[in-house]
């Protein structure tokens, strides 16, 4: 399908979408106000096939499976060892998030650990087989925002 422009519509319908994905149609056309259930389902339908909607989905709550502690870990990796690298962390089911970046750190990869001791395990025992010239780990305090986009 052809791109085309969102408008203020199109944008209301994205974020309640992205703050409930299990909205009605219904409760969406009620708080848009001028529009029918029909048109709703007409626009989604729409801002799926142009791509803005790839799916719905849940976001889990780490701490309500026993995961307290989250970490971000910064890894200076040289450019040879980078495509190793990152298959070892890929298989490393505590890290959520990879991303290969520019600057001082070649990746960043984010983790969730259910307390310091599962954390110090992880740093000692498998961080260490990604060969890395040098890394940092921040665990965080407080999640201020989480969203992947918002518009």
Do not use: Q, W
């Not at 969406?28 to 790839?54: F, V, W």
């Not at 520019?102 to 961080?127: C, Q, V």
């Amino acid at each position: 399908m052809a791109e085309f422009e969102l408008d203020n519509i199109d944008k209301k319908i994205i974020k309640m979408l992205h703050d409930n994905s299990r909205i009605h149609v219904a409760d969406i056309a009620r708080k848009i106000g001028n529009l029918t259930e029909n048109a709703i389902r007409y626009r989604i339908d729409k801002l799926e096939s142009a791509g803005y909607i790839s799916n719905y989905t849940i976001r889990l709550d780490p701490k309500k499976f026993g995961k307290n502690i989250s970490a971000i870990f910064n890894l200076n990796v040289l450019p040879e060892n980078i495509n190793r690298a990152l298959d070892l962390l890929k298989s490393m089911d505590c890290l959520t998030e990879i991303y290969l970046t520019t600057g001082s750190f070649s990746i960043i990869a984010i983790g969730f650990f259910e307390d310091r001791d599962e954390l110090t395990r992880f740093i000692t025992e498998n961080l260490k087989k990604v060969k890395m010239i040098d890394y940092d780990v921040i665990t965080v305090l407080n999640r201020i925002k989480h969203e992947l986009y918002s518009i």
